[in-house]
């Protein structure tokens, strides 16, 4: 739900589905409540209320997720009514950083980021939770559940308050360490293509693109170590990684911007980027220069880049040639038909860094 403009709300209700999605959920419905002022008790209002309990027993959701921050007392409230699980857009993320934070720094952001939302929440989630979602929650299962588990919900605010400042003692000692490894980077013995922008814009679908379904049998172990991670393969047969990164949201709680960073920082370390833009997107300009931003932020703005100009099935021709005009390296492709992929095959295959023996073989 939301309480913008009905186009604002679509939008922001596409890409909160695609969160939803990446944490790895099922959408099943989707509604949209306009009004102006959220109610208190409830957050949508009693007969919305019950309107989405009956979505809820008609679709057989597990999970509720709504578009915007809740008081803690509203989810409760809005939990009540539907009777299963209710997290809004800010749990939702953090769980999907759970998920991806990957280095000993990246970990501790998230856990900090998480502490500090559950705070205020701490009354009456774990009880409400077991009561309502049951075996569910209690399994691990579903987004929402990622991160720090029961127990530790448990822990009274003083117990947690003292972990969140151990954490951030930790996260401050871990600073220069990651500049000597900033020094130490692209040692990688397999070439790694990171690809990252904004939620939505189809990186995953490049991703299915990219490595075909030969591929993904075969290193089915290799999928579940790390699922984000996938190998891929140039037209002339050398090997690579690809790996799916956390994505960009619009108007990031300013509370997960550090975990945000962190979780990203893995980028810093690929060999090249492939930078997935949805051509379809109002403002495709705008995402670009963000995740430029950002990547300057991580210190990965010099690394090679290739600008994957996605969604060119559903993109405006004069808005694609025009990015095309201002932008190097730009590939237009559509994840959807199959358009431009080969070329993407291709540019990537031109920038990764070939190994030694690669090219003794071709100097004679
Ligand atoms: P991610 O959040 O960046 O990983 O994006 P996804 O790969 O999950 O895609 C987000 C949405 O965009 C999905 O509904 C896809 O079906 C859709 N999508 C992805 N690529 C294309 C494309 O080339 N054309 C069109 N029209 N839709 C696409």
């Not at 959920?25 to 008790?41: F, W």
């Not at 952001?109 to 939770?129: D, F, H, I, K, N």
Request: no cysteine.
């Amino acid at each position: 739900w939301t309480t913008g403009p009905a186009s604002e709300a679509e939008n922001s209700l596409r890409e909160l589905a695609a969160l939803a999605e990446t944490a790895g959920s099922e959408v099943l419905d989707g509604i949209i409540q306009r009004r102006t002022n959220p109610d208190p008790a409830t957050y949508l209002g009693s007969g919305k209320a019950l309107e989405l309990k009956d979505i809820v027993a008609a679709t057989g959701a597990d999970t509720v997720v709504v578009d915007e921050e809740l008081a803690p007392s509203q989810r409760r409230a809005l939990e009540d009514v539907v009777k299963v699980k209710v997290i809004d857009r800010t749990g939702l993320i953090l769980d999907i950083f759970a998920q991806h934070a990957k280095s000993k720094e990246g970990k501790a952001q998230v856990e900090l980021a998480q502490l500090e939302y559950m705070l205020p929440r701490l009354r009456g989630w774990g009880e409400s939770l077991s009561r309502q979602a049951g075996g569910r929650a209690a399994g691990g299962e579903g987004i929402g559940s990622r991160g720090p588990g029961e127990t530790k919900i448990e822990m009274d605010r003083r117990r947690i308050r003292a972990r969140m400042a151990k954490l951030r003692r930790e996260i401050a000692a871990m600073k220069p360490s990651r500049e000597a490894k900033r020094l130490n980077r692209r040692r990688n013995s397999v070439p790694s293509v990171a690809i990252a922008g904004y939620t939505n814009a189809g990186k995953s679908s490049l991703l299915n693109r990219l490595t075909d379904a030969g591929v993904l049998v075969e290193n089915a172990l290799f999928a579940t170590l790390d699922p984000t991670v996938r190998k891929a393969e140039t037209p002339d047969g050398i090997g690579y990684t690809l790996s799916d990164t956390v994505g960009f949201v619009r108007s990031l709680p300013t509370q997960l911007v550090e975990a945000f960073r962190s979780t990203l920082e893995e980028v810093a370390d690929s060999d090249v980027i492939v930078h997935v833009v949805d051509a379809s997107h109002p403002d495709p300009e705008g995402q670009i220069r963000a995740v430029h931003e950002v990547l300057a932020d991580i210190d990965a703005l010099d690394l090679p880049e290739i600008i994957a100009l996605n969604k060119a099935d559903a993109a405006d021709p004069f808005v694609v040639q025009r990015m095309r005009n201002t932008h190097r390296d730009v590939v237009v492709v559509s994840a959807r038909t199959g358009e431009g992929i080969d070329e993407l095959k291709q540019r990537i295959s031109e920038a990764i860094p070939r190994p030694d023996h690669v090219l003794d073989l071709l100097v004679p």
